[in-house]
């Protein structure tokens, strides 16, 4: 340590291991150079990492990296499954004679409870007690677990219910960008870098922060103190030119680069912005951009350390002493960028102009569907056509059983300001409450059909809203603070009044949501929602007042005011100077150390949970929410051979862009579905089974979950919506589960067939685990979204990809097929091809090459041990027998 250089800090000793005078630095892109640090340290710990090093340096795309991140950063739900099985490990640690107490966290781990929250209550002033006493009354037997982890993991810290949403907090209050470590008795700077169970992770990269979403059985992994396995990425740069117009917010900014990124495709690169128009970017909006990455599927999207960084760390309550210590560890060390700053040598080079950023939504299922706004009305007419079959009739009016309104296609029913994407932006949140104080002022009101709600992304947010004089204004549109989590984006809108909600059913109506989250997949939102837009906070509160699709709010009226005079959007729009203003004058320091000094205080509700310490978790077999988890069952110390895998049945053949949310749903649990029935046979009613996100913790629910999206198309039985197929050689109906029941009792391996971007969406690990428990070896598919095939990896499923050219359509596949996976070795490496032989039902065979997608030789590795919690059980044994 003491060959090390000290930062230039008074009073402070801190060494850092350098890398600013290593050939070629200032030519790679920031991100790369905060990947070089790791590997440089690693060289210090003893690790061989020259040829990493050197590939780095020399940029060779695709050479395998080894990366070790600082922490784990996790919500409650896959960081609780993340932390079940941990649990679980423990015990068969134990079990196989093992040290239990030798399993726990190699690294620091953070679990913020904010997906539980479901908007029960609102437009309504106890809406937010209302709703954080039903989070605890439905989810109180998860969150003991999840204090007892508190008590019982060393390294573990959970943030209680109601304190926000994960990554607003992670750049509230959370993130550090530079981190101290103690090593042989001194202190070492290094960047903040973590992993996070949640794909929306790369929110910190607008903080400087290389992070970035992985699934939870991966961060398991890391959490054990096994790297991240990765290649190296290309990095695309993005020029930053120009500045917003007059009226465009944010969030119309992100829309539009949601749009062009997933146009030109950055699914498993880096991005990473420069040029001077980040000088006009906040970290509000960098945030925000960064935050979209799994929208648009890149790894990471990444704006380096600048003025801009420390003016925010200064605002949000951080002390000076952090401040210097970023600042001067970011000049050492070539990762701080200015105004004269060279621009780095990127794989691609594409420019964003502020200047033609205009207004929008997006949808009505993919956030990357942008429209704008004066297009919204003519573009929501098609997605009728396209949804319902037929053109919408603006003349058809759907009676509601005791209501003095009809309801009608393109009716919203949902108008949420929801996400920390854009809570955590500051401009968002003043344009809002503009937009409803100059609404109120002139006598608009709410449609009475509209469901509104206001979830902020931390109490910071809140806090502003009412000192600007604006929480006033908001609840008189029926937007009261319904609590802080994730609500509506993650599919915890809660419940529509049931005369709504069987008007639409009854007249299959073309319902609408209009939220400010990041996602809109279909089936996510809400059952009855067949049209979910996403636009800027001050849009949905537009929305709210129009209660419809069917008007253009750009040059219809959007109201008329107290004296029947039309109302239009310039009369209620707040200009840049007025946000401006109130941005500058309510975002204090003061108000973030008030509101983040009790983060981890729960107070008396969380108090009241069990979570005493113990070496093991006792868990009860009857819970319908924590179950021992099932993975560790009848492994044996060594991993079985590798062997062909002969007569795989397709279980499902499923189109492009199939998201975790068709895999793995996250909203309610529908009446009919495994789940509703195992659920039901367990003694559950319908009012208490919550959703699927909350029920991840027990594997019998969550296996029925799987594939159970009402909105998911099997081409096994085309025509069909829902999670159906045939069971073959028979050809007969049923729900996927039971069919994968029987392939399982005929030992019938099953495999999934798919198209381009296979698993894109929310980095869902039970996406993987549920395909796995029914009995999926492989997948096959035109591509794969990076976490997901990650995922698939780490429980065993071999990702297969077709050859250019050939699809599950020019196969003609129909399902009554069986398939022969032939090739498969026990030396098999990174990029094999393995040929797959067909059988039809007519007696012929086709034989295709297939690109076997391990990607990394740990990929390999994990494979052939059949995922990642077998292979670190056969790991910590080895530990123990070793003398």
């Not at 006009?280 to 350390?305: C, H, K, Q």
């Not at 070896?777 to 990896?793: D, P």
């Amino acid at each position: 340590m003491n060959d090390l250089p000290i930062l230039p800090l008074a009073g402070r000793t801190i060494r850092y291991v350098p890398i600013a005078s290593l050939p070629g630095v200032e030519r790679l892109p920031f991100s790369l150079r905060i990947l070089l640090e790791n590997l440089a340290r690693q060289a210090r710990q003893g690790l061989d990492t020259a040829s990493e090093m050197s590939a780095l340096l020399n940029r060779d795309t695709g050479a395998g990296l080894t990366f070790y991140p600082a922490r784990v950063f996790g919500q409650d739900i896959l960081g609780q499954v993340m932390l079940v099985d941990m649990a679980g490990l423990r015990d068969a640690v134990a079990d196989a004679g093992g040290d239990a107490s030798a399993v726990r966290p190699k690294v620091p781990v953070d679990v913020i409870i904010d997906h539980s929250l479901q908007v029960d209550r609102w437009a309504s002033a106890d809406a937010r007690q209302v709703n954080l006493d039903k989070e605890y009354e439905r989810n109180g037997e998860r969150f003991a677990f999840l204090r007892w982890c508190s008590s019982s993991f060393e390294g573990v810290r959970i943030v209680p219910p109601g304190k926000g949403i994960m990554h607003q907090i992670h750049l509230e209050n959370i993130g550090q960008v530079v981190r101290i470590e103690t090593q042989q008795g001194e202190e070492l700077a290094i960047p903040d870098t973590c992993v996070g169970t949640d794909s929306h992770t790369p929110m910190i990269n607008g903080l400087g922060i290389l992070g970035w979403g992985v699934g939870g059985i991966e961060a398991e992994a890391v959490m054990v103190g096994k790297p991240v396995a990765l290649a190296l990425p290309e990095v695309v740069g993005v020029e930053v030119r120009g500045q917003l117009r007059e009226g465009v917010m944010p969030t119309d900014l992100v829309l539009a680069i949601t749009q062009q990124m997933r146009k030109i495709g950055v699914v498993g690169q880096f991005v990473e912005f420069f040029g001077n128009g980040l000088e006009t970017l906040s970290l509000g909006d960098r945030g925000m951009i960064a935050n979209m990455a799994p929208e648009y599927g890149a790894t990471a999207v990444y704006f380096p350390i600048d003025h801009r960084t420390l003016s925010y760390l200064r605002m949000t309550g951080r002390d000076e002493s952090q401040l210097e210590l970023v600042e001067a560890y970011a000049k050492a060390q070539a990762l701080w960028r200015d105004g004269a700053t060279p621009a780095p040598v990127f794989d691609r080079v594409i420019t964003i102009v502020l200047d033609d950023i205009a207004p929008c939504l997006a949808g009505p299922r993919n956030p990357e569907d942008r429209v704008l706004l004066g297009e919204a009305r003519r573009a929501f007419e098609q997605h009728h056509i396209d949804i319902a079959g037929i053109p919408v009739d603006d003349r058809r009016k759907v009676a509601v059983q005791g209501a003095d309104y009809a309801l009608h296609d393109g009716a919203v029913v949902i108008a949420a300001i929801t996400s920390c994407t854009n809570t955590a932006n500051p401009v968002n949140m003043m344009a809002a409450g503009l937009v409803a104080k100059k609404a109120v002022a002139l006598g608009l009101r709410t449609q009475p059909w509209v469901k509104t709600s206001l979830v902020p992304g931390s109490h910071v947010t809140a806090a502003v809203l009412e000192k600007a004089g604006l929480q006033n204004a908001l609840d008189t549109l029926g937007f009261h603070v319904a609590g802080f989590g994730c609500t509506t984006c993650n599919g915890g809108s809660g419940p529509l009044p049931q005369p709504i909600a069987e008007a639409i059913e009854r007249e299959k109506l073309v319902a609408t949501a209009v939220l400010s989250g990041n996602r809109n997949f279909e089936g996510r939102i809400h059952p009855n929602v067949r049209a979910a837009y996403l636009a800027s906070p001050a849009l949905v509160v537009v929305y709210a007042l129009t209660g419809t699709l069917l008007r253009d709010v750009t040059t219809d009226p959007i109201g008329v005011d107290k004296v029947g005079n039309p109302v239009y959007l310039r009369d209620v729009w707040p200009t840049a100077a007025e946000i401006a203003a109130l941005v500058d004058t309510t975002y204090e320091p003061e108000i973030f150390r008030a509101k983040y000094a009790d983060l981890f205080d729960g107070g008396p509700q969380w108090d009241a949970l069990s979570g005493t310490a113990s070496e093991r978790f006792n868990w009860q077999p009857d819970s319908t929410y924590i179950r021992q988890p099932p993975y560790f069952d009848g492994l044996r110390a060594q991993p079985s051979p590798v062997s062909d895998i002969i007569g795989m049945r397709p279980l499902a053949i499923l189109g492009d862009s199939v998201t975790t949310d068709h895999i793995s749903p996250s909203g309610a649990i529908s009446l009919g579905t495994p789940a509703a029935d195992f659920l039901l046979a367990k003694g559950v009613q319908k009012a208490d089974f919550n959703n699927y996100t909350t029920r991840r913790g027990n594997h019998d629910v969550a296996v029925r979950a799987t594939f159970a999206n009402i909105r998911l198309r099997n081409r096994i039985v085309p025509g069909v919506e829902g999670g159906y197929t045939r069971l073959m050689p028979e050809g007969e109906q049923m729900r996927i589960f039971e069919a994968a029941e029987a392939y399982l009792q005929r030992k019938t391996p099953l495999t999934v067939i798919a198209g381009r971007n296979y698993g894109c969406g929310s980095s869902r690990d039970w996406a993987a685990k549920g395909v796995a428990l029914l009995g999926v070896q492989t997948v096959i598919a035109e591509s794969f979204e990076r976490i997901h095939r990650t995922n698939l990896v780490g429980m065993g499923i071999l990702p297969l990809q077709f050859e250019p050219g050939t699809t599950a359509d020019s196969l003609a596949l129909d399902g009554s097929e069986t398939i022969d996976v032939l090739g498969l070795t026990e030396q098999l490496a990174v990029g094999d091809r393995v040929k797959a032989a067909i059988h039809r039902a007519d007696g012929t065979t086709t034989t295709i090459a297939l690109i076997v997608r391990l990607d990394t030789t740990e990929d390999v590795d994990y494979w052939r041990h059949g995922g990642i919690m077998p292979l670190v059980w056969r790991d910590y044994l080895h530990q123990n027998s070793q003398p």
